[in-house]
């Protein structure tokens, strides 16, 4: 921190409640200008922040200085008070943010976004900020930077329970250095708190291991001291603030209403004059109309630099042991560059256990609380920390998609990694069997998953994606698999094997019809072809492993025999044959195509006899081509 309290003369603090009085008359212009936007509690928080702001380590000048203190917006609805304090501090104009808050092709949106100067997390879906919170407070230790992690929460947000998951993993991950604060002002949108759900939030944050800090939240003196105690502590501190709702406005005061409700410009004129405030609504009204929309991209990232020597397999294995082999190999070869994988307690079973002996210090255990893991994980990845999330694939696709969606929003650099997709996840049935992951991450628009074939493929995808930055999904099964191998016995993916992204794998040539397929399939259409071979039947076979981005010339290769199938163990309706179709008609390409893939929830059983059930086995299918050739 660049301050503490005793270094704050009462000059600060006199110069300090002036801005907290021209910070509520920005707030209430912003959202009065926009007709939206949630003035109530951003009135009852900015005390906080703007004394936060004038103590901790920032630079307006360089907002992405490395030594930088943190601050995250959980509540991202409060983000007028976020532009409020950042505009007072000279990140940008105050005018900016008063004039285009909410506009179309603005920066300042309704919800904090990082293309905002000063902020580092967007957000806005309630109760995720405080595992963000960990995961840079975990780049901080890691790095070994002496900087702090504050997390602004509501107190409404207490009530979800990913906040409880949070709390102990920072605890048991020693994370001194990051401070929380709730905003208690005891209101949110359906009344007061106690009465929509009542919580004890003092003692939800004892009991798990934090020292709290009650204080008025709108006491100056207060509320500095409070932050410097909070960053000497030796345990993750909350700030339990109590604050009054549409503070410094007293037709606004503990009304719920103006939790999301804005004034009228005649109501606006009552408020302003309260606070002795100038009223320039209409020098803001001529700003917000002469603005020209613009579009914003985040600034691209630099790939890594890695040192890796392929293994190459030759004897039956799975793909989640090689993934594990390939992750521990990088670990050991680069031993400088930066990692961090999180686990989900299934180290054993998603194969990272190999990579926690060699990298023990970067190996992060989040326990059964996949929620905060992903988060915490996609905001370590954004601090030039390669990070890996490994899961079941319905605990970490289908149960952690939320928390993926706000990572992609946010950029991140997170590499999902998950096993146990599919119907190949073993005896353990239809709750486990994670059908949907391609259909769910396809809605990402910068995840890309890729969907290796082998352990061999493998290998080399997760070679492929350490050196890249950016979000990737890698799933696969469980069980072991044979190498894939072309006529002859060779290797299809041998040694000088170099994975390509989006291009597609042929496995098989053929004249007659096409068969498209992917993951641990892929085994099993290889076989079907050999099948119909001995038959006079000749299948084209194409492993994708790209589906986001489909190689073209594969598909015309496909279409051009007449009869397109595609074989998954996904869902029929949101796989592997959705993507073909829809890019064979965007390739206006006329053929016969069929879907084969998961048309129900499955059974408990051994691999073979679930897809047998399901008429996914290589018998079922030969039979199912034969009909329809």
């Known amino acids: 921190m660049k301050l503490d309290a005793q270094q704050l003369q009462a000059e600060d603090f006199a110069s300090l409640a002036a801005q907290c009085r021209t910070a509520r008359g920005a707030i209430l212009h912003m959202t009065t200008l926009a007709s939206s936007g949630h003035p109530g509690g951003s009135m009852s928080t900015i005390d906080f922040l703007l004394t936060l702001y004038h103590m901790i380590e920032v630079d307006p000048a360089q907002p992405n200085m490395p030594t930088r203190d943190r601050v995250i917006f959980s509540h991202g609805h409060v983000s007028p008070a976020a532009y409020a304090t950042l505009g007072l ?21 309704g919800h904090v976004e990082p293309d905002v100067p000063g902020i580092e997390w967007a957000s806005g879906n309630l109760g995720q900020g405080l595992s963000a919170g960990c995961g840079f407070a975990l780049a901080a230790k890691q790095k070994g930077l002496d900087s702090n992690v504050f997390v602004l929460m509501g107190d409404g947000e207490q009530q979800k329970g990913q906040l409880s998951e949070a709390r102990r993993f920072a605890v048991k991950h020693d994370l001194t250095n990051i401070t929380a604060f709730c905003d208690y002002n005891q209101l949110q949108i359906s009344g007061n708190i106690h009465d929509v759900m009542p919580q004890n939030i003092l003692d939800n944050y004892l009991s798990d291991g934090w020292d709290v800090i009650e204080i008025d939240g709108h006491d100056l003196q207060e509320i500095a001291t409070a932050i410097s105690d909070a960053v000497v502590n030796e345990a993750p501190t909350l700030i339990l603030a109590h604050t009054t709702m549409g503070k410094g406005v007293s037709f606004m005061e503990n009304r719920e209403k103006f939790h999301g409700s804005t004034l009228s410009e005649s109501q606006l004129a009552d408020a302003l004059a309260e606070l002795n405030v100038p009223n320039n609504l209409d020098l803001y009204k001529k700003l917000r109309a002469d603005f020209v929309p613009q579009r914003h991209e985040l600034p691209a990232s630099q790939d890594f630099s890695i040192q890796t ?36 307690d299934l180290a054993g079973s998603v ?9 023990p210090e970067c190996f992060i255990q989040g326990g059964i609380m996949e929620h905060n893991a992903a988060v915490a994980a996609g905001a370590l990845s954004k601090e030039g920390i390669q990070t890996y999330f490994s899961d079941f694939g319905v605990f970490g ?53 890729i969907i290796p074939a082998d352990p061999n493929q493998t290998d080399r995808v997760i070679r492929y994606i350490s050196g890249k930055y950016g979000n990737y999904l890698v799933p696969m099964g469980r069980s072991k698999l044979d190498l894939l191998r072309h006529p002859d016995g060779s290797l299809i993916f041998g040694e000088n094997y170099r994975f390509c992204y989006g291009k597609a794998d042929k496995l098989r040539d053929g004249a007659d019809a096409a068969l498209l397929t992917m993951g641990t399939v892929a085994n099993r259409a290889v076989e079907v072809a050999d099948i119909l071979a001995k038959e006079g039947i000749n299948l084209q076979v194409w492993n994708i492993s790209c589906p986001d981005q489909m190689d073209e010339d594969a598909l015309r290769a496909a279409a051009a025999t007449g009869t397109v199938f595609t074989y998954e163990d996904h869902n029929v309706h949101t796989g592997l044959g959705a993507v073909v179709a829809d890019a064979l008609m965007q390739m206006q390409k006329s053929c016969h195509f069929v879907k084969f893939g998961v048309e129900d929830y499955a059974i408990s059983g051994k691999s073979d006899d679930v897809f047998a059930w399901c008429e996914l086995d290589t018998a079922s299918i030969v039979k199912r081509i034969k009909k329809l050739l």
């Open 397 to 449: 696709v289908d149960e952690t998609y939320n928390q993926h969606r706000l990572s992609d929003i946010n950029r991140t650099n997170l590499k999902v990694v998950t096993t146990h997709v599919g119907l190949d996840v073993g005896e353990d049935g239809k709750t486990h069997q994670c059908i949907d992951y391609l259909g769910c991450m396809r809605n990402l628009y910068h995840f890309h998953t």
């Open 351 to 359: 194969k990272t256990n190999s990579f926690a002996k060699v990298r």
């Open 89 to 109: 501090m000279g990140f940008f104009p105050l005018q900016d943010a008063i004039s285009q808050f909410r506009l179309a092709g603005s920066i300042f949106e």
């Open 309 to 344: 020597t392929s293994r190459t397999y030759t004897e039956k294995t799975d793909n989640r042991s090689a993934w594990g082999n390939a992750l521990a190999d990088i670990a050991t070869t680069n031993p400088d560059l930066p990692m961090a994988v999180f686990d989900c």
